[in-house]
C-alpha cells in the first residue's frame, strides 16, 4: 500500500515516524540493509523514494492459483464471432463471451477455434491443460503463445452433430478452477429423429408395395394357369 510521501519506517525498530521534508526520489543503497526492515512477525519494510513498501508474511499460502483462464474468443470457419452477430442466421453469441455458458451452431458451422488468455497473475509463461468432452480421450497440454506467451488457440475441425463440453484449466494443478463452454452441433435434416422415423415409414411402405404387388401377380398367373389347364 501507498500512505502519505512524509511516512518513514525507523530502521531501528520498525517504528513509521513523519518526516517534515519528503525524501528525495531515489536512494542511496535502496532496498539494501541501510533501507529495509524485518519485523518479529516477519514482515519486511522496504524505505522508497516516496513511499514505504509492506511485505505481510502469510502463513497460509495457496499451493496453486486460482484463477481461471479467460474464455477470449471463438472463431467459427474461420471467422471471428461477435456478440448479436447473425451467421447465417444463427445469433450464436447474445451476450458477452466472459458471460456465455452454452452455445448452439449449425450443422456447417462445426469448424471450431477457441482462444483462451491467462490473467497476467504471475511473469512465467503458463502452460494450458484442456479438454473436449465428447471429441478428446485425454487432457492435451500446451504452453502459452503470442506475443505475451499467455494464449492458447484449441483447434476442432468437422465437429460430428452432437453436445461437447470445452474445459479449460491451469495445467500447474489438476485442482485448478476451470473455464467450461457448452457447444451443441445441430444434425443436418436428414439426421434428425423425425427424418429417420420417415425412412423408415418410407421403406415400410415400399416393401409393403412390393409385397402386395408380388401378391396379386402370383395370383393372376395361378389363375392363368388353372384356366388353360382347364382348356
Known amino acids: ?16 515516524r513523519q518526516v517534515n521534508t519528503l525524501p528525495q526520489t531515489t536512494l542511496a543503497g535502496e532496498y539494501g540493509s541501510n533501507e529495509s526492515f524485518i519485523a518479529s512477525d516477519g ?8 513511499r514505504y513498501a509492506v511485505f505481510l508474511k502469510n502463513d497460509n499460502p495457496k499451493d496453486h492459483c486460482s484463477v481461471k483462464p479467460i474464455l477470449h474468443s471463438i472463431l467459427i470457419n474461420g471467422v471471428e464471432i461477435e456478440t448479436l452477430g447473425s451467421y447465417d442466421g444463427n445469433t450464436i453469441l447474445d451476450k458477452a463471451i466472459a458471460k456465455t455458458t452454452s452455445i448452439v451452431l449449425l450443422p456447417h458451422q462445426n469448424f471450431l477455434t477457441l482462444k483462451i488468455s491467462a490473467p497476467l497473475y504471475s511473469p512465467s509463461i503458463p502452460y494450458f491443460a484442456y479438454i473436449l468432452d465428447g471429441i478428446d480421450r485425454e487432457w492435451h497440454v ?3 503463445e503470442g506475443a505475451t506467451g499467455r494464449m492458447l488457440s484449441a483447434y476442432y475441425t468437422a465437429l460430428p452433430p452432437g453436445i461437447y463440453t470445452f474445459k479449460v484449466r491451469d495445467a500447474s494443478s ?9 457447444i451443441k452441433v445441430l444434425p443436418h435434416w436428414w439426421q434428425t429423429g423425425w427424418a429417420t422415423a420417415l425412412f423408415i415409414l418410407l421403406f415400410l411402405l415400399a416393401v409393403a408395395a412390393i409385397a402386395i404387388s408380388y401378391v396379386h401377380y402370383s395370383n393372376k398367373k395361378i389363375a392363368r394357369e388353372q384356366r388353360e389347364s382347364f382348356l
Open 142 to 144: 500446451a504452453k502459452g
Open 43 to 50: 514482515s519486511i519494510f522496504f524505505n522508497e523514494g516516496s
Open 1 to 16: 500500500f501507498q500512505p502519505p510521501n512524509n511516512l518513514r519506517v525507523s530502521l531501528s525498530n520498525g517504528f513509521v
Open 174 to 182: 489438476e485442482n485448478n478452477p476451470e473455464t467450461r463452454i457448452a
